[in-house]
């Protein structure tokens, strides 16, 4: 097997990893592959990546992390074959960081260069506070090289010290700096007690024709179980990128194209009442326990 360097990209649902995926592959100093994993039936961030320069791979339904050693290492040899040297991975927001690189260090010929964990610093605080997500969001920040803030840098508290001396910040455009390149894993990382994940769960949902972006974002306030809203739907005022995260709802207006359906995750027993959105209840709800990248 060939020798391949790993960049492995988390962070939770809406951080901002799809975006630096792109600015770095339009910035790109080397020939690099990239894996994408998505959460769930609808392939929305491999839609979202702009550039073909690199290839783009997307495991099965979000559970890659049970395939590890087989499918994953697999796909990793097959691309060091036709020439990569280096791979990016963009991790499922619902992974746990500490769980990744303790599989991917073991990976025969991967050499773990870096885990970066980026945070929505504006979104930072209600996450830790949350009564779903919080050991998940310390877990992504406890195990990661280098901790990337995105809109803005959050005001850490005294306790939060070890997260902040291993923060930056990332401006939203212009060049990206030296260190987006250059961190280099620390290899181990502080034993930290293991965390339970909370259950996860999505649906594909096609958006009803009929409801405007009044109906949509007032559909997400009203239930803030839901953590991530990602993908298209065509709305009374036109079609529409959406990207909901907590506490933020985005619907960007974007060319018509085939591409339809929002992928909601959301957490806790109290389903999100899909029927208000669309007449087809998409996929069955799938409760995600081990989603791994």
């Not at 049970?66 to 097959?78: E, P, R, T």
């Not at 840098?153 to 997260?163: I, L, R, T, Y």
Request: proline residues 4%; negative net charge.
């Amino acid at each position: 097997m060939t020798s391949v360097e790993l960049t492995l990209i988390g962070g939770y649902l809406g951080a901002g990893k799809t975006t630096l995926l792109n600015r770095m592959l339009s910035q790109a100093r080397h020939r690099f592959a990239v894996i994408v994993n998505d959460l769930g039936a609808l392939p929305i961030d491999q839609a979202l990546i702009e550039s073909t320069s690199g290839t783009s791979l997307t495991l099965t339904n979000g559970c890659a992390c049970c395939q590890l050693g087989g499918d994953l290492a697999s796909q990793i040899d097959q691309l060091a074959q036709t020439g990569f040297e280096r791979v990016l991975i963009e991790a499922s927001g619902v992974a746990k960081m500490s769980r990744l690189r303790d599989q991917l260090v073991g990976l025969p010929g991967v050499t773990l260069r870096a885990a970066m964990t980026l945070i929505d610093g504006q979104s930072l605080a209600p996450l830790l506070s949350s009564r779903w997500v919080d050991r998940l969001i310390r877990d992504q920040l406890d195990h990661a090289d280098l901790i990337i803030a995105t809109r803005v840098m959050p005001s850490w508290s005294s306790e939060q010290v070890a997260w902040r001396e291993r923060a930056v910040f990332l401006e939203a455009s212009g060049e990206l700096p030296d260190w987006v390149w250059q961190v280099q894993s620390q290899v181990s990382t502080p034993g930290f007690a293991a965390v339970t994940k909370p259950e996860f769960h999505h649906r594909a949902v096609v958006v009803r024709r009929g409801l405007s972006r009044a109906d949509f974002e007032g559909f997400v306030a009203a239930h803030p179980q839901i953590q991530r809203a990602k993908g298209f739907a065509t709305l009374n005022e036109g079609h529409f990128l959406v990207q909901s995260t907590v506490g933020r709802c985005i619907l960007t207006p974007s060319p018509a194209q085939d591409f339809e359906g929002v992928q909601f995750i959301w957490v806790g027993d109290e389903l999100p009442p899909f029927a208000e959105l669309s007449m087809d209840q998409g996929e069955p709800v799938a409760e995600v326990e081990s989603v791994g990248i």
